[in-house]
């Protein structure tokens, strides 16, 4: 049986890209090679301009591209040319149907997709950027990634070389055909997420994952296990686009324990210099200073051993007297919102493995997703702040003024800590943490052993509610002065009457915050 190399002379490709880049040249040299070039409208202008020698789909399809371009490579003439099969069971059969309609084959495909991310991005109104939805390119891809055991499919500049070597091997052509489907259900993915309401959980979805660039991550949690960063379609992250000054690449673990501290530590107001260590995702010391540098030793302070290669967070530039403050301290991440001249040079002389990371502020919005096995768990992200809370006094003590302002720094630690948990503060400082005790009382207990003699006279705050008054009585036999619990448990009236009992304070905020 004739093989389709036999049958047709010359090999023809079809090219139609929104990224030009390296295009002429590649095409150029598939001239150079033989092949005739197909095009349609900029890319055909692009390439007539460079004097390389290419026919206008319009002159193979006989019909001329109608709507403002919107229907031009929809055609027999290019969908039969492309799918057509030539492999020996079916070659005879689709190459003579070919020749009956007068249609050609295409062997090679090359097409990337209008700018319809970059339309989004840029702010363009909603007609603009339904007008970068690309109809005919998803077409062809699917079509020739289909076909791929007879035609070539590049979505990608970077694989146009291959294109040109003398031969293609069946690993390589499937290769590029899963890459094109993906490219094809990424842009998807990006229009659904355009078109979709953005706090809506809809029946059916399609995330769109890229992989970061420039990153490279040596394992995941742990040496045996592969581990990667992707981004979630051109949504942007202040830990994700940070820009890492100094240190060693950023690992699996580092970026989940950064981008932690980098969220509590934004929601301090701006007028407060505050300074969040985590370790293994949970604060371990937060405190307020006058200063980053007050605020980083009174962070530090504040539990010395958990501190030791842990993540810091700032919310104010670092200058040179923060930076040498940290002398003596192990640390694995030091991320703030800027790093001034002196601080970078003296860190890169004295902790050059430290990854000193530059980043914008948060701007939490949107979904968030956690793994299961063969599944994802979907929720709008926990956006509630202190200010959106009406807290109630349920007993007779009212809380001071300090005890106040003890209570809310205590509640942003919380929010942010993993269940179950306690937090204990006394003037604008952590002194006690329990996080993520499987037993509210064993978090407590936690706390109270953390903070020691410095437990009297703070304040204590937990997530969720008590079943029961244990916490309370504990907290209350250490000298803890006010307590802040969300309420709504079912004995709140015998947990209210034990604070009173003991003269202490209790706010209830009415919002629980659970973080598993």
């Given at each position: 049986?004739?093989?389709?190399?036999?049958?047709?002379?010359?090999?023809?490709?079809?090219?139609?890209?929104?990224?030009?880049a390296?295009?002429?040249?590649?095409?150029r040299?598939?001239?150079?090679?033989?092949?005739?070039?197909?095009?349609t409208?900029?890319?055909l202008?692009a390439?007539?301009?460079a004097?390389v020698?290419?026919?206008?789909?319009?002159?193979?399809?006989?019909?001329?591209?109608?709507?403002?371009?919107r229907?031009?490579t929809?055609?027999?003439?290019i969908?039969?040319?492309i799918?057509?099969?030539?492999?020996?069971?079916?070659?005879?059969?689709?190459?003579?149907e070919?020749?009956?309609?007068?249609?050609?084959?295409?062997?090679?495909?090359?097409?990337?997709?209008?700018?319809?991310?970059?339309t989004v991005?840029?702010?363009?109104?909603h007609g603009a950027v339904?007008?970068?939805?690309?109809?005919?390119?998803?077409?062809?891809?699917?079509?020739?990634?289909?076909?791929?055991a007879?035609?070539?499919?590049?979505?990608d500049?970077?694989?146009?070389?291959l294109?040109?070597?003398?031969?293609?091997?069946?690993?390589?052509r499937?290769?590029?055909?899963?890459?094109?489907f993906?490219h094809?259900?990424?842009?998807?993915a990006?229009i659904?997420?355009?078109?979709?309401?953005p706090?809506?959980?809809?029946?059916?979805?399609?995330?769109?994952l890229t992989?970061?660039?420039?990153?490279?991550l040596?394992?995941g949690?742990?040496?045996?296990?592969e581990?990667?960063?992707?981004?979630?379609?051109?949504?942007?992250?202040?830990v994700?686009?940070?820009?890492?000054?100094s240190?060693?690449?950023?690992?699996?673990?580092?970026?989940?324990?950064?981008?932690?501290?980098w969220a509590?530590?934004?929601e301090?107001?701006?007028?407060?210099?505050?300074?969040?260590?985590?370790?293994?995702?949970?604060?371990?010391g937060?405190?307020l200073?006058?200063?980053?540098?007050e605020?980083?030793?009174r962070a530090?302070?504040?539990?010395?051993?958990s501190?030791?290669?842990g993540i810091?967070?700032l919310?104010?530039?670092?200058?040179?007297?923060?930076?040498?403050?940290?002398?003596?301290?192990?640390?694995?991440?030091?991320i703030?919102?800027?790093?001034?001249?002196?601080?970078?040079?003296w860190f890169?002389?004295?902790?050059?493995?430290?990854?000193v990371?530059?980043?914008?502020p948060?701007?939490?919005?949107?979904?968030?997703?956690?793994?299961l096995?063969?599944?994802?768990l979907a929720?709008?992200?926990?956006l509630?702040?202190?200010?959106?809370?009406?807290p109630?006094v349920v007993?007779?003590?009212?809380?001071?003024?300090?005890e106040?302002s003890?209570?809310?720094?205590?509640w942003?630690?919380?929010?942010?800590?993993?269940s179950?948990?306690?937090v204990?503060?006394?003037?604008g400082r952590?002194?006690?943490?329990?996080a993520?005790?499987?037993?509210?009382?064993?978090?407590?207990e936690?706390?109270v052993?953390?903070a020691?003699?410095?437990a009297?006279?703070?304040?204590?705050?937990?997530e969720?509610?008590?079943?029961?008054?244990?916490?309370?009585?504990?907290?209350?036999?250490?000298g803890?002065?006010?307590?802040?619990?969300?309420?709504?448990?079912?004995r709140?009236?015998?947990v209210?009457?034990?604070a009173d009992?003991?003269?202490?304070?209790?706010?209830?905020?009415?919002s629980?915050h659970?973080?598993?």
């Open positions: 049986m004739a093989t389709a190399q036999t049958v047709q002379q010359t090999r023809r490709a079809l090219i139609s890209v929104s990224d030009k390296g295009v002429i040249d590649f095409a040299e598939l001239v150079q090679a033989g092949w005739e070039v197909l095009s409208g900029g890319t202008s390439l007539t301009a004097g020698q290419a026919t206008s789909v319009a002159d193979v399809t006989g019909f001329p591209e109608i709507m403002d371009g229907v031009k929809l055609h027999p003439s969908h039969g040319g799918l057509a099969r030539r492999d020996e069971a079916n070659a005879g059969a689709h190459l003579a070919l020749a009956r309609h007068g249609i050609e084959p295409i062997d090679l495909v090359c097409v990337n997709l209008y700018p319809f991310r970059e991005q840029s702010g363009a109104d339904i007008e970068n939805i690309d109809i005919g390119g998803p077409a062809m891809i699917r079509a020739a990634a289909k076909n791929h007879s035609v070539l499919i590049l979505v500049p970077a694989d146009y070389p294109a040109l070597q003398q031969s293609v091997t069946v690993g390589d499937q290769r590029l055909a899963a890459k094109a993906a094809t259900a990424a842009y998807d990006a659904t997420a355009y078109l979709s309401a706090a809506e959980l809809p029946a059916q979805t399609t995330l769109e992989r970061l660039a420039g990153v490279d040596r394992y949690e742990n040496p045996h296990q581990g990667t960063v992707y981004r979630v379609g051109n949504q942007t992250g202040p994700l686009d940070a820009k890492v000054l240190g060693k690449p950023m690992s699996f673990n580092n970026y989940g324990d950064t981008d932690a501290a509590l530590v934004q301090f107001p701006a007028e407060m210099a505050a300074c969040v260590c985590v370790k293994h995702a949970n604060p371990c937060v405190a200073g006058s200063t980053a540098k605020a980083w030793e530090r302070d504040a539990d010395t051993l501190v030791f290669g810091v967070a919310n104010r530039p670092v200058d040179l007297e923060t930076a040498q403050a940290m002398r003596g301290t192990f640390l694995e991440v030091l703030a919102p800027e790093v001034s001249a002196e601080a970078l040079e890169r002389a004295k902790k050059p493995d430290l990854r990371l530059v980043a914008g948060a701007q939490f919005s949107g979904t968030e997703y956690r793994p096995q063969g599944g994802l929720q709008a992200r926990d509630r702040t202190w200010d959106d809370l009406c109630e007993t007779r003590r009212q809380p001071s003024e300090g106040w003890d209570l809310a720094f205590a942003r630690v919380t929010k942010h800590a993993r179950n948990n306690v204990l503060a006394k003037e952590t002194v006690g943490l329990g993520g005790a499987v037993s509210r009382i064993w978090a407590a936690r706390a052993q953390n020691g003699e410095s009297r006279g703070s304040v204590m705050a937990s969720a509610f008590f079943p029961y008054d244990d916490v309370v009585r504990l907290c209350a036999g250490v803890v002065a006010a307590v802040l619990q969300p309420g709504g448990a079912k709140d009236p015998e209210i009457a034990a009992e003991l003269g202490l304070s209790m706010v209830f905020t009415g629980r659970f973080r598993h």
